[in-house]
């Protein structure tokens, strides 16, 4: 059975930092480019980052550029976003995400498409 399952989110302050953790299980993970996805309250699914199967490229949206870095453990089957100087806007569920197209290439970041983890919530307030 495939799963991912997120850990690591929680309240922080603003300017503050979190690292998420996607552990993964029942597929190759090491042949799998993963993504991290988010849903702010009350607005749609925002790309976020995805990673290359060797975690060597990485891609990010302009909000994350400079402020959250991606990598993967192919040897763990986890994915990790570590995210820092965050701001109140970063409130939201953070997902990680498998086959779920394109996303750094402008697909739309869809729940039905591919598989997904349960998400974390993360939430920056002072």
């Known amino acids: 059975e495939v799963q991912l399952v997120e850990s690591g989110g929680g309240s922080v302050q603003p300017g503050g930092s979190l690292r998420l953790t996607c552990a993964t299980s029942g597929f190759a993970f090491s042949r799998y480019t993963m993504n991290w996805v988010r849903q702010a309250p009350g607005k749609g699914l925002d790309w976020i980052s995805t990673?290359?199967?060797?975690?060597?490229?990485?891609y990010y949206a302009d909000f994350a550029k400079g402020r959250f870095t991606s990598s993967r453990d192919n040897a763990k089957s986890t994915v990790y976003l570590q995210m820092t100087s965050l701001k109140t806007e970063d409130t939201a569920h953070y997902y990680c995400a498998k086959d779920t197209g394109a996303l750094w290439r402008g697909a739309q970041p869809d729940r039905s498409i591919g598989r997904w983890g349960q998400g974390n919530q993360v939430t920056v307030a002072s």
């Open positions: 990673i290359t199967m060797d975690g060597l490229t990485t």
